[in-house]
């Protein structure tokens, strides 16, 4: 099913709309409508075309439209520009350290997954959140993540085919987060191939790919 949906998302890409069209409905007969909502690209093209009336695949093409946006990126890059900017990690070992003002004290606070702000923690890694990053099939993990403060971003990235797997129970969640006012971004793929060139063909994470990201766009940048 997925090398299905990532040669259809790779038609959408590559603007061949009949091509796509045959293919989405392909997809349908052999997966069912359901499994639309589980692919980003190929949601908003269904949704786009009238081949889905779905609602999960409307919130799916909703998602996809945020994930895509030019503008979101534009401001992601403004919002970074020329900031001091804190990455803070899951590992325990900051754990009775004293550092959460410290962080706290930066411009940009960037987490990771299933990040705890909550107290006691929040003493030792801070309760700011400025940027979440998940992978690209993890951004629901926002759902799981202890906190009070929403970040103002989250950050996933492009890859292979932009093909985007959520998960159909966990979309609503996403799509909450979204609709709560946090705006989604997916790092350009072209970004994530740079970076696997540089690193001789080992696969980025999503973090690294993020933290390469920040520092480019300003090599002054402290973090």
Sequence with gaps: MRACA???CLLINDGQREEAERATEKFIEAFGEGWLASHAPL???????????KADVR????????LNSSEYLEEFDHFLSGKW?????????????GLGPEIDAHDVVIRFSTFNTLPPYDKDYG???HIAVNNAGGLQLLSTAKTENLPKYSVTFQHSGSVFIVGQKKIQSVYDHLK??????AL????WLLLMEKLSGVIPSSGLLCLAYVKALNPSLSI
Excluded: C, H, Y
Excluded at 59 to 66: C, F, G, P, Y
């Design 43 to 53: 949601a908003a093209f269904a949704w786009q075309n009238k081949l889905s009336q």
């Design 188 to 191: 350009p793929i072209s970004k």
């Design 85 to 97: 900017v804190a990455v803070v990690g899951n590992s325990p070992r900051e754990v009775g350290r």
């Design 127 to 129: 309760s700011k959140v």
């Design 6 to 8: 990532r040669a259809t």
């Design 59 to 66: 919130m799916m093409a909703e998602i996809n439209d945020s």
């Design 180 to 185: 709560s006012g946090i705006k989604m971004i």
